[in-house]
């Protein structure tokens, strides 16, 4: 390797990887935080923390890690996370799949996606204070993690709205 790269390990030039494990060009062309993140982050900074920009990793059962984009605050007590989607670049069994995999590690995700930010910017900040108001201890099984996965990332958020206002 290093007759080819001058370096033992090429993984160390810097440029080459990003030290999140991706390539340097597709960090360039993502921005932190989003519209809707920032958007999110600036009209409740007293409950939630951003976080999306890789400053926080919950650690999964398989060995793998998730970097959420909002913790609810104090987290030490809600083990609460809120993931923002776009509906261009997810899908509903993606984030179902991200729900179960929080929920694995006795972590509640509320999902929202963007277009229902769009449609209804107030009812989506009376979701989040709803689910961020349900703070039960770590060792609690809290409501919103029993709530179906489906019902959590539904896309047209109707039936996120029905469950979160059946938790009240």
């Not at 390539?23 to 958007?39: C, D, F, V, Y």
């Not at 108001?133 to 489906?150: C, H, I, N």
């Amino acid at each position: 390797m290093i007759e080819r790269y001058g370096v033992d390990n090429p993984a160390l030039i810097p440029g080459v990887f990003d030290p999140y494990g991706g390539n340097p060009g597709h960090l360039a062309k993502k921005t932190w935080p989003t519209r809707w993140e920032s958007w999110l982050k600036d009209k409740l900074p007293e409950i939630l923390l951003y976080t999306g920009k890789k400053t926080f990793w919950i650690d999964l059962n398989d060995g793998r890690r998730r970097n959420p984009d909002f913790l609810v605050l104090p987290y030490e007590t809600t083990r609460k996370v809120i993931e923002v989607a776009g509906s261009h670049w997810h899908t509903p069994e993606e984030m179902g799949q991200r729900v179960r995999e929080y929920q694995s590690v006795g972590v509640s995700c509320l999902v929202i996606w963007d277009h229902e930010l769009k449609r209804d910017k107030k009812a989506c900040l009376e979701m989040v204070r709803k689910f961020a108001a349900d703070s039960l201890s770590p060792s609690e099984t809290t409501r919103s993690a029993s709530l179906r996965d489906d019902d959590m990332v539904q896309p047209d958020g109707k039936a996120v709205r029905a469950a979160q206002a059946a938790l009240v």
